[in-house]
């Protein structure tokens, strides 16, 4: 069984940043993927970032590109988002997730394991 908890949303204003944290237990193994995705109310959940828990591998969703970064410390198994220059486009509940195997696909399907979210409000 896998356990995921997200932390460090909060209220931010545009061009702020805020760095989201991700608490994991239970197996991980080197194949598998960690995720951010992000779902804004009345819209669809949809990808942000993710890493390879085997190597620095990322792949990012285009619209954080260049402002947002994934990172992990195996050793602790926590997961990050560095989230920069915030847009109020941003806001949405921030989920963490793991994937389901081997697959390098960046499809909500492919995440078996989730966390229960936490709130980033972009706002001034």
């Known amino acids: 069984q896998v356990q995921l908890v997200e932390s460090g949303g909060g209220l931010v204003q545009p061009g702020g940043s805020l760095r989201l944290s991700c608490a994991a237990s239970g197996t991980i193994f080197s194949s598998h993927s960690m995720g951010w995705f992000r779902q804004a109310p009345g819209k669809q959940r949809e990808f942000v970032a993710m890493?390879?828990?085997?190597?620095?591998?990322?792949y990012y969703a285009d619209s954080v590109k260049g402002r947002f970064t994934i990172s992990k410390v195996k050793g602790e198994k926590m997961i990050y988002l560095q989230m920069n220059s915030l847009l109020p486009e941003d806001t949405a509940v921030y989920y963490c997730?793991?994937?389901?195997?081997?697959?390098?696909?960046?499809?909500?399907?492919?995440?078996?394991?989730w966390g229960q979210g936490t709130q980033v409000t972009v706002s001034s």
């Open positions: 890493i390879r828990w085997s190597s620095d591998s990322t």
């Open positions: 997730a793991r994937s389901s195997g081997a697959d390098w696909s960046s499809r909500p399907s492919n995440f078996r394991y």
